[in-house]
């Protein structure tokens, strides 16, 4: 009885000492800091076992694969860690948690006497050759490596032409180096030469509601009607902004959020009672590049950064622009986060909400509209 005692109080203390950790061909100990049952492994070990991305910030560590990123922040509080799921420094390395990476990443996780960390080999499906561009496919993603005339795919195998099979994955022979390697997703890896392409991003402005959808009614004036009049009064400003509907027609979500996919920017308009101006934001992101953009758009360089923003987009940087042009107007934004569909894309979109009592007349429309377009001006430069 007594031995059954001390068993079971000695359980917790076994199950949070360190245990073996195999990442890949890499070996190493796996810790539970804070007692919490959580497994975590040292970030450098892992990125080498498994050829992932590598970012050691100052308090801030990611690690990527292709497309996908997982971001933690760094604490030295062993508990403070272990509590809030984030990376814990510890001496001189950072460890990160383990299962969270690894349903991030998508990277086989197994627990038993110790914990494994694996990715499977990426097979090769396609090879896209276009003038000054090469588009490799695999069948995940993977992350490419340039090594003088060649591209190391690490993890990958297969066969096509230029490729040879290595120890640590598949090689592609090059006549010259690309000027670019990114991710466009889908386990695709570009290859491009020439001149960075300078692309503008699309911007998208939503008149809400329309159609058999008209929206509130204040004084006789339909939101519908108010929406589309200010959507156009942006427009007007801004040379190439698109618009979800032109006229009086009906738009379902789905359709919105179909054009929204390709927008760099979007703001859906909306009208409420009074004179309040609000902004509503996502609170959650849900595809990868979008996750990353903001964390991408605050470190990339100029050039990078452009071409980013023609793709996807950080929502806050938009709202902070927002805010500024109607606060040079006296008007206070109140703002929101929450589960909106039209802000859950890759680009920076916002719902704005505009106080009905701000519309009423041309020139307070004009003025709405005017600070709109600098907002947005003002975000993409």
């Known amino acids: 009885m007594r031995l059954a005692f001390l068993a079971l109080l000695l359980l917790p203390a076994l199950a949070q000492a360190p245990k073996p950790l195999q990442v890949g061909s890499e070996v190493g100990q796996a810790l539970y800091p804070g007692g919490r049952g959580v497994a975590y492994g040292e970030a450098r070990l892992v990125a080498r076992g498994l050829g992932l991305a590598l970012r050691l910030g100052q308090n801030q560590v990611a690690l990527g694969l292709g497309s996908r990123y997982r971001s933690f922040p760094v604490s030295e509080s062993e508990v403070q860690a272990a509590s809030a799921g984030a990376a814990w420094k510890r001496g001189g390395e950072v460890y990160v948690p383990l299962r969270p990476l690894a349903e991030a990443l998508g990277l086989e ?5 110790g914990i494994l960390l694996r990715l499977p080999w990426a097979k090769l499906l396609e090879v896209d050759r276009r003038p000054g561009q090469i588009l490799v496919r695999f069948s995940r993603e993977v992350n490419a490596r340039l090594e003088g005339q060649s591209v190391l795919f690490l993890l990958a195998q297969g066969e096509a032409a230029g490729f040879s099979q290595e120890a640590l994955g598949l090689r592609l022979s090059l006549q010259a180096p690309p000027d670019r390697l990114y991710y466009p997703g889908g386990g695709q890896v570009a290859l491009e030469w020439g001149a960075l392409p300078k692309p503008k991003p699309a911007v998208l402005l939503d008149p809400g509601h329309g159609g058999q959808d008209p929206g509130i009614a204040v004084g006789g004036v339909l939101e519908k009607d108010l929406t589309l009049d200010l959507a156009k009064r942006v427009a007007a400003r801004l040379p190439g902004a698109r618009l979800t509907r032109t006229g009086d027609q009906t738009v379902p979500l789905e359709a919105r959020l179909a054009q929204a996919q390709a927008a760099g920017v979007l703001v859906s308009f909306h009208v409420t009672a009074g004179s309040a101006v609000n902004l509503y934001l996502p ?13 991408l758009l605050a470190s990339a360089p100029k050039a990078q950064a452009a071409l980013l923003k023609a793709y996807a987009g950080d929502p806050r940087r938009l709202a902070e622009s927002l805010e500024r042009a109607f606060s040079a107007l006296g008007i206070v934004v109140a703002k929101a986060e929450g589960p909106y569909a039209l802000t859950d894309v890759a680009g920076a979109a916002v719902v704005l909400e505009v106080g009905a009592e701000r519309l009423k007349t041309r020139e307070g429309r004009d003025l709405v509209a005017e600070a709109v377009a600098q907002a947005i001006r003002a975000y993409l430069e």
Do not use: G, I, V
């Open 109 to 113: 996780y197994r627990a038993q006497e």
């Open 283 to 295: 609170k959650t992101r849900s595809s990868p590049l979008a996750q990353n953009a903001e964390a």
